[in-house]
Nanobody, 125 residues
Framework: VQLQASGGGLVQAGGSLRLSCEAS????????VAWFRQAPGKEREFVAA????????YYADSVKGRFTISRDNTKNAVFLQMNSLKAEETAVYLC???????????????????WGQGTQVTVSS
């Protein structure tokens, strides 16, 4: 499956952005899809994931209550609504997918075989 991330941009602290991850080549019906982020000089960090079939969602503690991951079956896409953004969340946001990821592995970047190119999110303080 090929992934295309979009929706990044420049926003003030406290603002919102909605990221999109559109898939092509396969439907995501048996996949887990996740968002990760990576800031310069830092390790890639798990943000959120969704298991397509069940619709169950999972979040990093740092974004719970502010970020929402969702899916759209008709568009074969996953979205990340980010509210109350903080300056320290400036990073490249990447979406990733893999079939049948077990729950305990959802937050591990090694569990995903397909990656989008990333979209830059810059939060100004």
């Amino acid at each position: 499956v090929q992934l295309q991330a979009s929706g990044g941009g420049l926003v003030q602290a406290g603002g919102s952005l909605r990221l999109s991850c559109e898939a092509s080549g396969r439907t995501l019906s048996t996949y887990a899809v996740a968002w990760f982020r990576q800031a310069p000089g830092k390790e890639r960090e798990f943000v959120a994931a969704i298991r397509w079939n069940s619709g169950h969602t999972y979040y990093a503690d740092s974004v719970k209550g502010r970020f929402t991951i969702s899916r759209d079956n008709t568009k074969n896409a996953v979205f990340l609504q980010m509210n109350s953004l903080k300056a320290e969340e400036t990073a490249v946001y990447l979406c990733a997918a893999h079939r049948g990821v077990i729950v305990s592995a959802l937050s591990s970047s090694n569990a995903y075989s397909s990656w989008g190119q990333g979209t830059q999110v810059t939060v100004s303080s």
